[in-house]
């Protein structure tokens, strides 16, 4: 087990170091040029070769890459050209805004999922499985910004029922910044108006992303439970006379879990990187929005730094996955 | 193959599917010669519910929803044929080179295709449309590029299971090479799964170029493209909301044709799944 952990947190090491890699290479495409990008068109020429020698540019693209590397390995993923702040300190600002919605918008996928992919497997073919499978396609199939905009329509402007984009109430005085979630941070503080306003903020926003992913984990689940239904230790279950709630739960849930765990990673990653565009119509002030404008404004130490962070968090998150999965399945284990 | 399609066309799903991306089609081939010009602008009829003269209304420059959208279906097809078309290439050959070849080779370019599979697909098909400048072909471009390792997971498990089978064992007792075994005797037998799994990736396609247009990496205003047209008409979703609903409803449509197509094509070729 020692070993295989080794190997695969190396395989996480290597997975990043090829994404520095692709991202270095897809910033030398643009045709912008970054020393004028950064001091602007009416820069003198020794100002801007002052720049290219600060940052390495003058060097060639191999050495480069090296320097990055090497300044990436004490954590300095370089100065972002947009907001001229270290891209480190943008990122640990704006990733608890997009970890807390990605949580909450797993949580509706599962709370969501879960129930629904279940219940269709028991009922197939009749009324529920049908419905389940309908609500899955049309959710999966509607795209996520124009679900956003419509919700926001009916739900916040017409009926007044939920509040609009943003975190928090402006005339509510933000809690203590600990976590950097604003529901975490205003139950740690016992704010329980700000809580309550932050919560009813992140609900459509939650649900807006989590949908598609909601309506992938139902036919999953619904695809494994049937598979496993069809067991013939599920028969003898039900000739026991056991009754439906064992039979579910303590026998089929269990077997269907497993296909079903190792969904729950990818999506998790998903929710990250797909939290691009709820964010930007929410205005929630995340990782979404944040490379959404620094891309476009081409600066692309920002957006290397978000693609690195978010493709290391969804390799380590499938790692974790695997893990648990090895620990639940001795055949994995062993093999 | 008849008794394949007797089960495809007895699957009601699958039918609505084909007939939608038929009708889909058909409005994407026929349709920009009977509908108006998609970019003729008339600020006096702005914002107009739907009526006989504009049967989806106008949007706020006064142009014809209709029209946009009927354009906009040939746009979004060709962006997801388009893409599907280029990633199932690049996929393919990969996943074949890698199975075929083996050891280190195979090594290799499974780890690369990791690489790919780790990177948040939207974030680095947004970078390299900002990188290419944003437009119709770089968006292809884009989400060719994150989505082709799909395709060269699948092929290369299909050739590893293949290979040891009798028929290829055949075609190398008479004297076939390897080369010849990989391209006319395992390549045909592997394209089931991704001809099953690129149905979905045209759906998927198109709702990730949608996306991309809307936030402004992708077709750029005023090109009349359902995700670009979402993005244009939402701050009027109050007085005319048929102006953003039609192209949605058209995304919605063609990745749900496409979703139908592919869960079809899944239960005849693959019996095994439900």
Redesign the interface.
Known sequence: MGAYILKRLFLVLFVGVGITFVTFVIAQVIPIDPAVAALGENAREEQIREFRERYGLDKPLLVQYGLYLQRLLQLDLGRSLRTGRPVAEDLKEFFPATLELSLAAFLVAVCLGLPAGIWAALRQNRAPDLLVRLMALLLGSTPVFFLAILLLELLHRKLGLLPGPGRLDPYLIPPPPVTGMVTLDALLARDWVAFRDALHHLVLPAFVLGSASAALLARMVRAAMLEVLSQDYIRTAWAKGLAERQVVFRHALKNAALPVLTLLGGLMGGLLSGAVLTETIFSWPGLGRYVTQSATSLDFPAVMGVTLLVGLVYSLLNLLVDLFYALLDPRIRYA | MRKLLRRFFRNPGAVLGLGLLLALLLLALLGPSLAKDPLEQNLLERLKPPSPEHPLGTDQLGRDVWARVVHGARISLGVGFGVVFLASLLGTAVGLLAGGLGGRWDNLLM??T???F???????A????????PNLVNTVIAVALVTWPIYARLVRAQVLALREREFVEAARALGAGSGRILLRHLLPNALTPVLVQASYEV?AAI?TA??LS????GAQPPTPEW?AM??ET?NY??EA?WA??AP?VG??LA??AF??LGDGLRDVLDPR??
């Open positions: 780890r690369l990791d690489i790919f780790a990177f948040p697909s939207l974030i680095l947004m970078a390299i449309a900002a990188a290419l400048g759906g709702l949608a996306g809307f936030i402004g990496f995700g979402v993005a939402r979703m109050a909301p953003a609903t949605a995304i919605l990745v749900l979703n139908l799944g439900r």
